[in-house]
């Protein structure tokens, strides 16, 4: 069966540090897959794109690695602020040519000042 | 605000009675999707359209769930005789033509009791 797996769990980091957080998936062939933020009580805000044929993309201080053998996305934040506790959605799209995309369930990341 | 607008914000219904979701996407938008996130979960894709055509409904979608983009705007979601298993936060997403970027609403909060 398809799945994408987030880390269930919330990543506690240090302000300052880099956060990392992972999505793999299973029997999915992405055409690309994306990064969304989402607060507390609202929609998610798309925050970056990486298409199968990249393998690292970089938008100010976040970085997306996508390796589609291993299956994995990896996220990072550098230099971690407060303002970046969020949970962290990745989100599959353009298999089989859907236009659906589809959304792990997230890992919560809380920086801790 | 050019942003998608949904109304409203939250909901609380009593067991069996319908529901009405209104959803406002980016005008320039032709593609709006509606998903249903519940705690601890990524968005579930519902249904989505492309201009006034629904494309395509998940098969999670019960025949009391019922989606309408009459002139290829706006979008009512509606519930019929609803149940406590639909409270939830029911979002809809825009995308231009060809984007693969969503742009989500702020979302209605569900509550059946």
């Known amino acids: 069966s398809q799945k994408i797996e987030q880390n269930s769990e919330a990543l506690n980091i240090q302000e300052g540090k880099t956060a990392t957080l992972t999505c793999n998936y299973t029997n999915y062939s992405p055409a690309y897959l994306q990064w969304y933020r989402q607060d507390p009580g609202r929609g998610p805000v798309f925050l970056l794109l990486?298409?199968?044929?990249?393998k690292e993309k970089r938008k100010e201080r976040l970085k997306v690695t996508f390796d589609t053998t291993l299956k994995q996305s990896l996220f990072h934040i550098t230099a971690s602020q407060p303002a970046d506790s969020a949970t962290y959605l990745c989100a599959l799209g353009g298999t089989g040519g859907s236009y659906i995309p589809t959304f792990g369930r997230g890992t919560s990341l809380i920086v801790h000042p | 605000d050019t942003g998608v607008s949904q109304d409203p914000r939250h909901k609380i219904t009593k067991r069996g009675q319908n529901v009405t979701f209104r959803c406002d996407p980016i005008?320039?938008?032709?593609?709006l999707y509606w998903y249903r996130q519940t705690l601890g979960q990524g968005p579930e894709f519902l249904t989505y359209f492309q201009n006034e055509a629904q494309l395509e409904k998940s098969r999670l979608l019960s025949d009391r769930f019922s989606a309408e983009r009459p002139k290829g705007s706006f979008s009512t979601l509606e519930i019929q005789r609803t149940e406590q298993g639909d409270s939830a936060m029911y979002l809809c997403?825009?995308?231009?033509?060809?984007?693969?970027?969503?742009?989500f609403g702020q979302g209605t909060r569900l509550t059946v009791v």
């Open positions: 005008s320039e938008h032709n593609r």
């Open positions: 990486i298409r199968e044929n990249e």
């Open positions: 997403a825009s995308f231009a033509a060809g984007a693969t970027e969503a742009f």
